[in-house]
């Protein structure tokens, strides 16, 4: 992934590769030592709050997506899952 600031990420839609909106970024992870982004925090949406997605959750069931899934950032956030 290109570099980018974690700031631009907030509020983004996140997409699958296939173009199904599944949620978008709440917030991120980032390494404390070097500042390297490890996640993207995603709200799911309603869609996909009961379904099983390839992702760990963080203690309000938002998908912590591991920041080598994202493919694409632009308007929106393509991911793999």
Excluded: C
Excluded at 5 to 23: M, P, Y
């Amino acid at each position: 992934m290109p570099d980018v600031f974690a700031k631009t990420l907030t509020r983004k839609t996140v997409v699958s590769a296939d173009g199904v909106e599944f949620g978008r970024v709440r917030d991120v992870t980032l390494s404390p030592d070097s500042g390297e982004l490890h996640d993207l925090i995603v709200e799911p949406t309603k869609r996909y709050r009961s379904r099983s997605i390839d992702f760990e959750t963080d203690e309000n069931d938002r998908f912590l997506v591991p920041i080598e899934r994202v493919r694409i950032v632009k308007d929106a956030i393509v991911v793999q899952y």
